[in-house]
């Protein structure tokens, strides 16, 4: 999308995290796309300036940092508000996953890194919008979670713990942000990113043929649902975890 065809203003901010490529990039690019301002982070610089003047820089800043890392977290939401004057929503999307192996052989500081990057940062950023807007103007909050994190996950366990902890934290601040800020989470499966690449690269087909809608998810996929959560259409859903699988939970009782 060109700047000339970028919508009028929303009057709306959104505070985007890990969103230099991937889901990430997806969600900001929607919500740029429907007139909404919006800050992203990603802790590579570069590629985070060129997600920015992809976006449109004059509807879009990056500020660089790690996810887990308390300062980056309060220099975001403080940068957001320096720039557009508010931060009506907060899309945590943010995470790791660096390790592939059986939960028995896991290493416990990877599990720690994991858990903190994945959860204790959307949490932190949560705080963050809260204090420093949400809590007296409302607006809404957006974890993603995954379906790793609702069902087992063989050889990716230390994520899909992490996740189902993002979903518990999701029922947590939703019932403490009420009613001013609704907190839903998104629960993709396989979505074509380099996060995933590991779960489909050389084999897309066979694992597309998998989901009973015929291929794995991109980016907008997610983007579109973060959208709606995020807009007046999900006024009366919070506590939520909206599951954007293309269907792949309908063969559970298959076999």
Request: glycine share 12%.
């Amino acid at each position: 999308m060109t700047a000339q065809e970028l919508p009028p203003l929303s009057g709306k901010v959104a505070l985007v995290t890990g969103a230099s490529r991937g889901i990430g990039y997806g969600v900001a690019e929607a919500l740029v796309a429907r007139g909404d301002r919006v800050c992203i982070t990603g802790r590579g610089e570069e590629a985070l300036k060129e997600a920015v003047e992809k976006l449109g820089a004059d509807r879009v800043i990056g500020v660089p940092g790690k996810a887990h890392d308390e300062a980056h977290q309060a220099l975001a939401v403080e940068r957001a508000m320096e720039a557009f004057g508010r931060v009506d929503f907060l899309i945590n999307n943010a995470g790791t996953n660096p390790v592939f192996g059986p939960m028995a052989e896991l290493d416990l500081n990877v599990a720690r890194k994991v858990y903190e990057t994945n959860v204790i940062s959307a949490l932190g950023f949560a705080q963050q919008t809260w204090k420093a807007w949400q809590k007296e103007n409302g607006g809404a909050i957006v974890n993603i979670a995954s379906v790793a994190g609702i069902a087992p996950s063989p050889f990716i366990g230390a994520y899909g713990m992490s996740k189902a902890a993002m979903v518990n934290l999701t029922l947590q601040l939703a019932h403490e942000f009420a009613p001013g800020v609704r907190v839903n989470a998104i629960a993709p499966a396989v979505v074509k990113t380099k996060f995933a690449q590991a779960l489909y690269e050389g084999r897309e087909a066979e694992a597309a043929a998998a989901y009973p809608l015929g291929r794995l998810g991109v980016p907008q996929d997610i983007g579109g649902a973060a959208a709606f959560l995020t807009s007046d259409q999900s006024d009366w859903i919070t506590g939520q975890t909206l599951v954007v699988d293309g269907g792949i939970f309908l063969n559970a009782g298959v076999g």
